[in-house]
Structure formats: structure tokens, C-alpha cells
């Protein structure tokens, strides 16, 4: 689900930065090389247009986010399963804590035993 909001909101941020190029600026931007468009719906209807879906492309963005967002912390609330990673038994033992016991030898052996050196 995340994968579809990061899709549209990179559409919807391709779309606004061509609908801003489109708009005429102070210095008249790429809208005069666009005057056929102008002549069909007349200049000010294009402006109110292009300025209608520069501030909706702008909301669907920003919406967008916030779905996208939410949808990121709502997939890491979900319990995961936890792996066991490998034990490291590289490192030395540590003397302090408790060691488990020895087990005792049996009875039945005994060490033999050392010959006397001969005179």
C-alpha cells in the first residue's frame, strides 16, 4: 500500500511541476509559447485553472504523505516474526559468572599405581 502512495504522490509531483512551468510568470515563463491553449479558453480562465491545479496538486501531495506515512507506522506496529541470530562464541568465558558444576569421577577408578624405582 505504501508502494501506491509513493507512486502517486511522484506522479502528482512530476504533474505540479509541469503545471508550474505552464503558468505565466512576471517574466512570462513557458505559458506564452503555450498561446494556442490560451486563445481556446482565454487568459484568464487558463491562469485560474493552471493556479486551481497548482493548489490541488499541492493538497494531493501533501495528503499523499500523510497516508503514506500512516500506513509506514501501522506495517511497524505489526508483531514481527524475531529470528535468532547465531550465538558468539568467540569472545573468552567470563569467569564471574556462575560455572556449572564438574561431575565427579566414579568410584571404580582408580589411577594405577607408580612403580618404585629399583635400588
Known amino acids: 500500500m505504501v508502494?501506491?502512495?509513493?507512486?502517486?504522490?511522484?506522479?502528482?509531483?512530476?504533474?505540479?511541476?509541469?503545471?508550474?512551468?505552464?503558468q505565466k510568470s512576471k517574466g512570462g515563463g513557458l505559458s506564452s509559447n503555450f498561446s494556442s491553449s490560451n486563445q481556446i479558453m482565454g487568459a484568464p480562465k487558463t491562469a485560474d485553472f493552471l493556479e486551481k491545479a497548482t493548489w490541488c496538486l499541492a493538497g494531493a501531495?501533501?495528503?499523499?504523505?500523510?497516508?503514506?506515512?500512516?500506513?509506514?507506522?501501522?506495517?511497524a506496529q505489526?508483531?514481527?516474526q524475531q529470528v535468532q541470530s547465531p550465538v558468539d562464541n568467540t569472545?573468552?568465558?567470563?569467569?564471574?559468572?556462575?560455572q556449572p558444576a564438574t561431575l565427579p569421577t566414579?568410584?571404580?577408578?582408580?589411577?594405577?599405581?607408580?612403580?618404585?624405582?629399583?635400588?
Not at 501531495?61 to 506495517?75: E, G
Not at 569472545?91 to 556462575?98: E, K, V
Open 3 to 22: 508502494t501506491v502512495f509513493s507512486i502517486l504522490t511522484i506522479l502528482a509531483s512530476i504533474i505540479l511541476v509541469l503545471v508550474v512551468l505552464i
Open 61 to 75: 501531495i501533501i495528503v499523499l504523505s500523510m497516508l503514506s506515512t500512516k500506513f509506514i507506522t501501522y506495517s
Open 78 to 80: 505489526q508483531p514481527q
Open 91 to 98: 569472545q573468552a568465558p567470563d569467569m564471574n559468572s556462575p
Open 106 to 119: 566414579p568410584a571404580n577408578t582408580t589411577p594405577a599405581p607408580v612403580p618404585a624405582p629399583a635400588n
